[in-house]
């Protein structure tokens, strides 16, 4: 089963055909990052003023690295949200009017749904459930119990700031350009994790929740608190120190979380880590550790390439897939454990926090 897969929701234009879920055929992604990187965050007329102008190059170089024409194509999957308006709205009148030119089934998919699905993406080995996916970008942070691709819990979300915020608003304080947290990671190489002490988040409170805007604000009184402001640029070593420190504060919430997590649900089989923020070397690395000293026979995974953290439309084509095989599989879910929630449906219900709101 070929999907082509089409992702707009912020500032990509993104095409890729994936085949079974698995297999990436292709997967392009253009960038209007670049045209913000001097700004805190994304102009959303900018940005779909971009994907109206580069959607058919994209679509065109997908399909033509894929060596396919768009009739070999058997479905289109498409982010439905959530995201910037106008963004959508490219992609989302690309993928009908590709429904209409092909006659092929049109599949619509929860952004976040597609991030869940990234882990996927050219495995050999697949991933065994039940497993905790924690999904953090700049517009969500949750962490899921998922018993398979559609089934799972809400175990735990952020209460205020998504995590890719806390990096992205932290990296303007620091004077880094946004993106944040690609900067803040290769500002912290080379400084001291502990030079300055952060608070750690829901310490001890029996929640997996997140919450991301007390580092935040610690980050803003220690920067001035030690007497830089407008006038008094930090120095480049101090910077250092703070961009490695804060990093620091903001992974160890996110595994503490996990940790908890994995107590509450001992049958997890895997841990995943998808979404912007899952790029992140450090947090991989303090998760390693963590999921290491618990139990050394739980898989750690991350998607595969970088390109499959960020927004990407390979992420989008899977999950599509999982999507079109629960159609099919409507006799045997007939079956399936009342227990769990319908992740499809849980995602529409929660109304996710977007960049820019
Ligand atoms: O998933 P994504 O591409 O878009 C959204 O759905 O929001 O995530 C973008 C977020 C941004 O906030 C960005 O700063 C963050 O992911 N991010 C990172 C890293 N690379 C991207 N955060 C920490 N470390 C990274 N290496
Ligand atoms: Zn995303």
């Given at each position: 089963m070929r999907i082509l897969g089409i992702e707009t929701s912020c500032d990509e234009t993104a095409v890729a055909v994936v085949e079974n879920g698995v297999t990436v055929r292709s997967?392009?992604?253009?960038?209007?990052?670049a045209t913000f990187e001097a700004l805190a965050g994304v102009i959303p007329e900018q940005a779909a003023r971009a994907q109206v102008e580069c959607m058919i190059p994209v679509l065109h170089q997908a399909v033509q690295e894929a060596k396919l024409t768009l009739f070999d194509i058997d479905a289109i999957a498409v982010t439905k949200g959530p995201g910037l308006l106008g963004s959508l709205l490219v992609g989302t009148v690309t993928a009908r009017m590709l429904q209409s030119i092909t006659g092929k089934p049109?599949?619509?998919?929860?952004?976040t749904l597609g991030h869940l699905s990234s882990t996927w993406l050219e495995?050999?080995?697949?991933?065994q459930?039940?497993?905790?996916?924690?999904?953090?970008?700049?517009?969500?942070?949750?962490?899921?119990y998922r018993e398979s691709h559609l089934r799972g819990i809400l175990a735990g979300?952020?209460?205020?700031?998504?995590?890719?915020?806390?990096?992205?608003?932290?990296?303007?304080?620091?004077g880094l350009p946004y993106p944040g947290g690609p900067e803040i990671a290769k500002e912290a190489v080379g400084g001291n994790p502990l030079a300055f002490a952060f608070p750690l988040p829901l310490r001890g409170e029996e929640t997996l929740d997140y919450s991301f805007s007390g580092l935040k604000t610690s980050l803003r009184y220690t920067i001035r608190d030690a007497g830089y402001d407008l006038d008094t640029p930090i120095p480049a070593s101090v910077r250092k120190d703070l961009a490695a420190s804060?990093?620091?504060?903001?992974?160890?919430?996110?595994?503490?979380?996990?940790?908890?997590?994995?107590?509450g649900f001992?049958?997890?089989?895997?841990?995943?880590?998808?979404?912007?923020?899952?790029?992140?070397?450090?947090?991989?690395?303090?998760?390693a550790l963590?999921?290491?000293k618990k139990s050394p026979s739980l898989i750690l995974r991350a998607p595969k390439k970088l390109a499959y953290c960020t927004d990407n439309a390979a992420m989008i084509a899977a999950a599509g897939y999982f999507l079109w095989l629960e159609q099919h599989e409507k006799a045997y879910e007939a079956f399936a454990t009342q227990a769990s929630l319908p992740l499809a449906e849980t995602l529409m219900q929660i109304s996710l926090r977007t960049r820019g709101e």
């Open positions: 997967s392009i992604i253009a960038s209007s990052k049109l599949i619509g998919v929860h952004h495995v050999t080995d697949e991933p459930f039940p497993l905790l996916t924690l999904s953090a970008s700049g517009g969500h942070t949750d962490l899921w979300r952020t209460r205020d700031d998504a995590a890719g915020e806390a990096f992205d608003k932290g990296a303007s304080m620091l804060y990093q620091h504060a903001l992974c160890a919430h996110l595994v503490d979380r996990i940790s908890y997590a994995l107590e001992p049958d997890t089989q895997e841990v995943h880590v998808v979404g912007g923020v899952s790029a992140n070397t450090e947090l991989r690395a303090m998760l963590v999921l290491e």
